[in-house]
């Protein structure tokens, strides 16, 4: 049972990964065409995401406290790419930008339906570990991320200005760190909850 329980996550994990990684570089070609750090800073989540899916499939088949660990890993990535999100705001705030709504919205709905699907997979796993619930997160957080990226999008067509595409991008550094923090957070829950049990 727990054999089979591990080749569903293992599957599962694989299967995000890799729509992960396409969507990273989808975000960064169409962040570059279009001039968005929205777009960029999504690019950089998936990105960021896939590493910390790879990190989870190694530790899958490894005891509790390398799972443990591959969560704090996974926490404290999210919080290093949020710090890497606004230091893009800030220099396209100074240098100015010019992003295209149009390709924004387009990129953001195709990434949402991909994002759903994940969120669909990883919701028919069944007592999910630490790092399956830190996948869970990802994807409601990407999901969530790229509904902003749509309303920027439009703002952004209609108002002619960038202030709206750096503002998602804020946004979504703030989402990713709080994400990291609640993972982290998980993962300290779960290194309690061992040591009660091995007293």
Not at 70 to 75: E, R
Not at 112 to 126: D, F, G, P, S, T
Request: aromatic content about 10%; charged content about 15%.
């Amino acid at each position: 049972m727990v054999a089979r329980q591990d080749s569903m996550e293992r599957r599962t994990l694989w299967i995000v990964l890799a729509l992960n990684i396409g969507l990273a570089v989808a975000f960064f070609a169409t962040g570059a065409f279009g001039d968005s750090s929205a777009l960029i800073a999504n690019g950089l989540d998936n990105l960021s995401d896939s590493f910390v899916y790879a990190i989870s499939l190694f530790a899958l088949s490894r005891s509790a406290k390398w799972k443990r660990g591959a969560a704090n890993v996974s926490g404290g990535l999210l919080i290093l790419f949020a710090a890497g999100i606004l230091y893009d705001a800030w220099r396209r705030y100074i240098g100015g930008s010019d992003p295209l709504g149009t390709i924004m919205i387009a990129m953001a709905l195709i990434a949402a339906a991909i994002n759903a699907v994940c969120v669909w997979l990883l919701a028919k796993l069944k007592n999910p570990n630490v790092n399956i619930r830190a996948a869970n997160t990802f994807s409601y957080n990407d999901f969530a991320a790229n509904l902003g990226i749509v309303v920027a999008g439009g703002l952004v067509a209609w108002l002619g200005t960038n202030w709206p595409d750096l503002v998602v991008g804020v946004i979504v550094a703030g989402i990713a760190a709080w994400g990291g923090i609640d993972i982290l957070r998980d993962a300290h829950g779960e290194h309690h909850k061992a040591v009660h049990t091995d007293k």
